[in-house]
């Protein structure tokens, strides 16, 4: 009888609510894989309908300048996991071998949640490394999520492009047949298998120098792997394997608070959705990813609501990085974009140091809190750590967190205020102040490097480049040299966070 009564009072006074007064809501955050500002229905799309995500975006809060912290996936996901700059640990895109990038010892949002009683799970793409540098995928594969702050992990562990191509499951590869083990080499080819550049008449797409290694599922990759035949994936039905797991994660702690980080690989490449969305857009796999994404977004919330703990669920839906088009394989997404903007009216797109490498779409959503609206205020999921730390009462200790601030109240809605300064991670930093944008130019060839690559605009320049948003969204008119004073204002800012041990 008291709980009814509870329920009865919470939905009465839905609304008029502040979060310090509920039950700790369940979190799930919700990141898709490379998906730009301009890729949903809700932030303009018109090529590709995403009803689901549209439903969060009615009943939650929209935000118009929100931002992952890089351009890139694992610098994004680590600032994402510990509230500290990716610079921090010179974060870059990791091979598919590479060692763990966060350290048990360092404090991180699952860990700090699980001391406030949550049950944790990452769900999807990991691509923050594995084990200590000589990780054994044979045997018991650690350190991992498990020894970050994570109750449970289903992962792929790099990216869909990256060798190995198997899920592992807490410490183990799922379905390993000890008999074949896995080798793996980012040198030099193991064993038999075919590879893109020997056997290129058997692929489904062509693809470029980089992920011509071998073949798996009529795809070639970046990396050798040979083994682990059992084991591999079959990439259009992972996403499915993925949901399932987030199913029972979700039916084993519905009584209690969990947090759930729930990482697509949709949209990144290789693009394969399965069957049933094959042709759903008229952009081929890349919009056709974008269907099965919205899709099981919609799966998740109907089993949160068949489970009746949708009301209490903090939502956070978002992506790693911007959207890009040609990412190495010939899946046409290039030749079938029609009029579709994948970054909206953003200049850039992952990798860049231009808007749309880190202006994402981002939406929170908690019925029982939260009142639909639109935010221009600018947000950073950098802050995430620090607002979820508020919100269950967490005080950051010293060496936790040194980047993250708490915006909780603008993250629910409840405030207009955002970032006054804030940097963008690139193959160079970007900073915003307002509605200025200055980006730091590099002399390095290493960096300009990407500039190399067909069709990203990295942004990155041998002088010093400023864009006035409020009057220039696509970052057309570099204002640098009129404003020489700004510009060394928004250099001294720049120097502050890079040189500083926290910035918060
Ligand atoms: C790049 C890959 C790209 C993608 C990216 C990681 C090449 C030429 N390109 O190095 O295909 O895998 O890494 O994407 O190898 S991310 O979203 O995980 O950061
Ligand atoms: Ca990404």
Redesign the pocket.
């Known amino acids: 009888m008291k709980k009814i009564n509870l329920s009865l009072l919470t939905l009465l006074t839905a609304g008029s609510l502040t979060f310090a007064q509920t039950e700790k809501p369940n979190i799930v955050v919700i990141y898709v ?2 998906l730009g500002y301009g890729d949903l229905s809700c932030y303009g799309a018109t090529q590709v309908q995403t009803p689901n995500i549209d439903k969060l975006a009615e009943g939650g809060v929209v935000f118009t300048d929100g931002h992952c912290s890089a351009a ?3 610098p994004s996901r680590f600032s994402l996991l510990t509230g500290s700059f990716a610079f921090r640990k010179n974060a870059a ?1 990791l091979p598919g071998d590479a060692p763990m990038l966060i350290t048990p010892d360092m404090p991180t949002l699952p860990g700090m949640l699980k001391q406030h009683g949550y049950t944790t799970s990452v769900i999807g793409k990991w ?1 923050l490394g594995l084990g200590d540098g000589n990780v054994d995928w044979n045997g018991k594969i650690t350190p991992g999520p498990l020894e970050i702050g994570f109750d449970y992990s289903y992962l792929i562990p790099a ?1 869909g ?1 990256r060798v190995p191509c198997v899920l592992v499951e807490n410490h183990h590869v799922v379905g390993l047949d000890p008999e074949d083990p896995i080798e793996v080499s980012y040198k030099k080819k193991v064993g038999t298998d075919p590879t893109g550049y020997e056997d290129y008449d058997i692929l489904r797409y062509g693809a ?1 120098h ?2 011509a290694k071998t073949i798996v599922n009529g795809v070639s990759r ?1 990396g050798y792997m040979s083994g682990g035949n059992a084991a591999r994936w079959r990439d259009e039905t992972v996403p499915h394997q993925m949901l399932q797991k987030a199913r029972v994660f979700m039916d084993e702690n519905k009584d209690h608070p969990f947090f759930m980080y729930f990482a697509f690989h949709d949209i ?2 290789p693009r394969l959705p399965d069957h049933r969305f094959e042709g759903a857009t008229k952009m081929g796999p890349r919009g056709d990813a974008i269907v099965q994404m919205d899709w099981i977004t919609g799966q998740l919330m109907k089993h949160l609501e068949k489970l009746n703990i949708a009301e209490n669920t903090l939502i956070i839906f978002s992506s ?2 911007g959207p890009v088009l040609d ?2 394989y010939a899946d046409h997404a290039v030749e079938r974009i029609g009029k579709h903007k994948p970054g909206g009216p953003y200049r850039g797109g ?1 990798y860049s140091a231009y808007e749309a490498g880190t202006r994402v779409p981002t939406i929170t959503y908690w019925p029982a809190v939260i009142k639909p609206g639109k935010s221009d205020a600018l947000v950073n999921h950098i802050d995430l750590y620090g607002s979820i730390a508020a919100l269950v009462g967490h005080d950051l200790k010293d060496n936790e967190a040194p980047d993250s601030q708490d915006y909780l109240k603008t993250f629910l809605g409840q405030s207009s205020e955002g970032r006054e300064i804030m940097l963008e991670e690139s193959f160079t930093y970007s900073l915003r102040m307002g509605n200025y944008k200055y980006i730091h130019p590099s002399q390095s060839k290493a960096k300009r490097w990407i500039n190399s ?1 067909k069709g990203i605009e990295s942004g990155i320049v041998e002088f010093p480049e400023l864009y006035d948003l409020s009057k220039d969204k696509g970052e057309k008119r570099n204002i640098a040299t009129e404003n020489k004073k700004l510009v060394k204002q928004m250099q001294a800012e720049l120097n502050h966070i890079l040189e500083g041990e926290k910035s918060r």
Do not use: F, L, S
Request: a negative charge; glycine letters at 4%.
């Open positions: 894989d490379d890139t996936c694992t895109i691509h990216t492009d470029d980089e992920h970046i990144h490449v790693d990085n990412d190495g992952k690559i």
